[in-house]
């Protein structure tokens, strides 16, 4: 087989995965999440899953691990999640061992319909609906009054999860802005034992 690399590259590739099968034993795969847990330079405990299933899925991984995982921070990139426990506190157990499919789903959407993200897709579909009302055109309304009326309107629009703004809100943060159907895909796999955790 050839690739595009210069021998230098090609060196440094192989040595970054030799080390990485060195310190971790398996590597990461489209079929195998690799879970690290280690000591930061602070004292916290991290925990990284090495996910390379994009940021739009892994964003939706990350809430479902840290709401399992329990008081933690947590950030995810196209390549994997990371949860930091502070207070020292070693993580217990793996967060996505004993995973259901159907349960990741629905902490995945109260996730998302209780994040901040929803809240902003709400107000730009409430201002685009014509519902949030504007100042007259020569006058600006501060963006933090705009805010604050897009609140009130949520706060009462959430009593009825069909109402159509929320569940246009909603369906551009699970299809737009994340990818939940490949979320399902990968939560499906991973209770069937299809993606492995190591």
């Known amino acids: 087989q050839s690739y595009r690399l210069d021998r230098r590259s090609a060196w440094n590739l192989q040595e970054y995965y030799r080390k990485q099968r060195a310190e971790a034993g ?6 195998r999440v690799l879970v690290e847990t280690f000591p930061d330079e602070l004292g916290n405990w991290r925990m990284v899953f090495h996910a390379g299933f994009g940021r739009r899925v892994n964003l939706l991984l990350e809430m479902v691990a840290a709401r399992r995982a329990g008081p933690c921070e947590s950030m995810s990139t196209d390549d994997g999640v990371l949860l930091v426990f502070p207070a020292g506190e070693r993580p217990e157990r793996n967060p ?3 995973l259901h499919a159907g349960e990741a789903a629905e902490q995945a959407k109260a996730e998302v319909l209780g994040s901040a993200m929803f809240a902003t897709r709400f107000r730009h579909c409430a201002e685009r609906a014509l ?3 504007r100042p007259l055109p ?10 604050i009326r897009a609140n009130n309107l949520l706060a ?4 009825l999860p069909e109402f159509p703004l929320v569940a246009e809100a909603a369906r551009e943060c699970l299809e737009e802005v994340l990818d939940f ?3 399902l895909r990968v939560a499906v796999w ?3 034992g299809e993606i492995e955790l190591a």
């Open 190 to 192: 991973i209770e069937a």
């Open 131 to 133: 519902v949030l009302t």
């Open 26 to 31: 398996p590597l990461p795969s489209d079929r």
């Open 181 to 183: 159907e490949n979320f």
């Open 138 to 147: 020569h006058r600006r309304a501060p963006l933090y009054l705009n805010r």
């Open 96 to 98: 996505l061992r004993g």
């Open 156 to 159: 009462q629009a959430a009593k």
